[in-house]
């Protein structure tokens, strides 16, 4: 009796255990992307372009528009603009426009993060939502949002990014439901942000 009782005891303790590992490696490998396991984007915690930490979770409930911006592209002026245009008419309803800096594509968002980010944007009188730290959206080290968001919506030729400004729609409840071509208007994706809200 007192050994099944040990055993017992031995099998509880190492259920606890093996418990208590896999929710510390969870969390773990969910910091340095474990993208596949994220149920949403609300799994997600980024730096904003003071270097702070931003959860994702912070937006639960909205609809959220995630572009990859840069300053020196010829799609730049257009999307600032259209994108300042989108947050004015559906920001009190409930979007929210995630912008993150990207130099990948020939070097075409040479600003800084910081201050060097917020007066490129004063310049270029863009309102366009929430600003990030420049991340990379492809490649090994793209950032974790970034894997995810493909493998939910990949692309016409396979999911990496083709260029800046490549939008992500996401529903109220965090899940990436559409992807548009850098050269879609951000007026053109009105229609299906209408439909979210």
Same mark, same amino acid.
């Given at each position: 009796?007192?050994?099944?009782?040990?055993?017992?005891?031995?099998?509880?303790?190492?259920?606890?255990?093996?418990?208590?590992?896999?929710?510390?490696?969870?969390? *773990?490998?969910?910091?340095?992307?474990?993208?596949?396991?994220?149920?949403?984007?609300?799994?997600?915690?980024?730096?904003?372009?003071?270097?702070?930490?931003?959860?994702?979770?912070?937006?639960?409930?909205?609809?959220?528009?995630?572009?990859?911006?840069?300053?020196?592209?010829?799609?730049?002026?257009?999307?600032?603009?259209?994108?300042?245009?989108?947050?004015?008419?559906?920001?009190?309803?409930?979007?929210? *426009?995630?912008?993150?800096?990207?130099?990948?594509?020939?070097?075409?968002?040479?600003?800084?993060?910081?201050?060097?980010?917020?007066?490129?944007?004063?310049?270029?009188?863009?309102?366009?939502?929430?600003?990030?730290?420049?991340?990379?959206?492809?490649?090994?080290?793209?950032?974790?949002?970034?894997?995810?968001?493909?493998?939910?919506?990949?692309?016409?030729?396979?999911?990496?990014?083709?260029?800046?400004?490549?939008?992500?729609?996401?529903?109220?409840?965090?899940?990436?439901?559409?992807?548009?071509?850098?050269?879609?208007?951000?007026?053109?994706?009105?229609?299906? *942000?209408?439909?979210?809200?």
């Amino acid at each position: 009796m007192a050994g099944r009782s040990m055993v017992s005891l031995l099998f509880g303790a190492l259920a606890i255990a093996l418990g208590t590992y896999m929710y510390i490696t969870k969390q *773990i490998d969910m910091s340095g992307g474990d993208f596949k396991n994220a149920a949403s984007v609300y799994e997600f915690t980024v730096k904003d372009t003071h270097g702070n930490d931003v959860s994702l979770e912070k937006y639960k409930g909205r609809v959220l528009l995630v572009v990859n911006i840069a300053s020196k592209c010829g799609l730049t002026k257009n999307n600032y603009q259209k994108l300042t245009e989108l947050k004015e008419k559906f920001g009190e309803r409930g979007l929210t *426009i995630l912008n993150f800096p990207c130099n990948q594509f020939n070097s075409q968002m040479p600003e800084s993060d910081g201050e060097a980010m917020v007066c490129h944007l004063r310049d270029a009188k863009a309102d366009i939502g929430e600003v990030f730290a420049k991340v990379n959206v492809n490649g090994d080290d793209a950032a974790p949002l970034y894997k995810y968001l493909k493998a939910k919506q990949t692309g016409t030729l396979g999911s990496g990014l083709k260029w800046n400004f490549t939008k992500f729609l996401v529903n109220k409840e965090g899940i990436p439901v559409n992807r548009y071509a850098p050269t879609t208007d951000p007026m053109d994706i009105a229609k299906d *942000i209408e439909k979210l809200l």
